[in-house]
């Protein structure tokens, strides 16, 4: 969060008043210079307020505690103690932290919640982009609708949401089938170290910095191996 913070600057006018702003920049300052279009002004006329937030709302998605989001938070505590927050989950740990918590168990992600609620407020929120960001969200976290915890409900939605134009074929492409080689190749350094204990139905694979060096990826690349 860069430049999140502002500055003000309050100057009184007479009520009929009106006044024109200039400013320039000199090195190290800046000059504002009101003009105004008649009478004077004078320096006990203005006012400067101490430095405040630009936000004063707070939206969390998929997030069970205000600690998951890491440096954003660390960072700024102040702002996350003076500003409302909307906490908007499906997650049976969430902490409720907000002062607003939109938490449904019953959904089998966010995308579903945020369906609902933009419905509610007003259906033409979601055009042919939203549709494809909110099906992107269902098709990610139901692992295209393979997990035991789909619902008709979200079979619906998802329904609804190819309707208005959410567009399936592009989510897929980009989802799963754009994978880079290098992706490609440390899964398989992944699948060739498997170990599997049968009795316990447990999988794991053991993966060292030097299969990152040689495959030329990162932690992140690991995303989606497990699936």
């Keep these: 969060m860069n430049n999140h913070k502002k500055f003000t600057l309050s100057l009184q006018?007479?009520?009929d008043a009106q006044a024109s702003i200039e400013h320039t920049r000199e090195k190290d300052r800046l000059h504002i210079s009101i003009i105004p279009e008649k009478g004077t002004l004078s320096k006990d006329s203005l006012l400067a307020t101490d430095f405040q937030y630009k936000h004063d709302l707070i939206i969390s998605l998929n997030t069970p505690d205000i600690e998951s989001l890491g440096a954003i938070y660390r960072d700024n505590p102040d702002f996350f103690y003076?500003?409302?927050i909307i906490n908007i989950d499906?997650?049976?740990e969430n902490e409720h932290y907000g002062q607003f918590n939109l938490v449904n168990l019953k959904a089998t992600s966010v995308s579903e919640i945020l369906y609902d609620l933009l419905e509610n407020l007003d259906a033409n929120?979601?055009?042919e982009t939203i549709a494809t960001y909110l099906l992107t969200g269902m098709i990610e976290k139901t692992k295209s609708f393979k997990v035991s915890s789909v619902t008709p409900q979200s079979l619906s939605i998802a329904s609804r949401l190819m309707a208005s134009?959410?567009?399936r074929d592009t989510?897929?492409?980009?989802?799963?089938?754009?994978k880079s080689v290098q992706t490609l190749r440390l899964w398989g350094k992944v699948l060739l170290k498997l170990k599997t204990?049968?009795?316990q139905k447990v999988a794991w694979a053991e993966v060292s910095q030097i299969d990152f060096n040689e495959?030329?990826?990162s932690y992140s690349d690991l995303y989606g191996v497990i699936d």
Excluded: A, E, R, V
Excluded at 171 to 178: G, T
């Design 13 to 15: 006018l007479p009520s």
């Design 82 to 84: 003076q500003s409302t």
């Design 90 to 92: 499906h997650l049976p």
């Design 125 to 127: 929120f979601i055009d």
């Design 165 to 167: 134009g959410g567009d």
């Design 171 to 178: 989510i897929i492409k980009h989802l799963y089938q754009s």
């Design 197 to 199: 204990n049968d009795n």
């Design 215 to 217: 495959t030329q990826t």
